[in-house]
């Protein structure tokens, strides 16, 4: 009983500590298309034009620097935003859906919310925040202006066995005042390899 005790309290304390994962995207993984989508879905360059922004895929590290231009032209001020953002894991050929997502049924409320995963990731690195705030991304013609940021692909999590494929699958869909959805929504993926470090 004691043996089995101590060997209890030995996996309750490696598990607190968590577990070092590191996600290496893919050569093209950050920003992909997004894979098997209906006709009136698009990628990201239907929402925000990136020729003053560079992005390096670092593989462990993505470095970003530059801005985004608003350019969807299926949206207009005042319009809400849904985000759903769903992990996969490959298992057998197939993409999985995991126990990892996060969504919003107001995008644009609360963009900068920093219990937000997007936050942590994206929205934090934004220059011109107030600006943004009140424009969103259904203001045609606004710009996200970035701070110059590097990303650490990195996480320490409660669960065992997290190696593997992976995607993110980022979905954004506007709806206008009287909730009728606009007829273009734009998803993008991220796609790499997770190993424990």
């Known amino acids: 009983m004691k043996a089995t005790f101590t060997i209890l309290v030995i996996q309750v304390i490696c598990l607190a500590r968590g577990i070092e994962y590191q996600l290496t995207l893919d050569d093209d993984g950050f920003l992909a298309p997004c894979e098997n989508q209906p006709d009136n879905t698009f990628s990201l360059e239907a929402m925000l034009e990136s020729s003053s922004l560079t992005i390096h895929n670092l593989g462990s590290k993505v470095r970003v ?26 298992d057998k050929g197939t993409w999985q859906k995991t126990m990892f997502s996060a969504s919003s049924n107001n995008f644009c409320k609360n963009m900068f919310d920093k219990n937000q995963y997007w936050y942590t990731f994206w929205t934090k690195f934004i220059n011109n925040s107030d600006e943004i ?11 996200i202006k970035y701070k110059d940021f590097e990303l650490d692909l990195k996480a320490s999590l409660n669960v065992p066995n997290l190696e593997g494929r992976y995607k993110l699958v980022a979905q954004l869909e506007a709806f206008d005042k009287r909730n ?18």
């Open 133 to 143: 705030k009140e424009k969103c991304l259904t203001t045609p013609g606004a710009v």
């Open 180 to 197: 009728f959805k606009r007829p273009v929504s734009i998803c993008v993926e991220y796609r790499g390899t997770v190993e424990r470090i």
């Open 65 to 90: 620097e530059g801005e985004h231009k608003v350019v969807w032209k299926d949206v207009q001020p005042g319009d809400t935003l849904k985000m759903f953002g769903q992990v996969y894991r490959l």
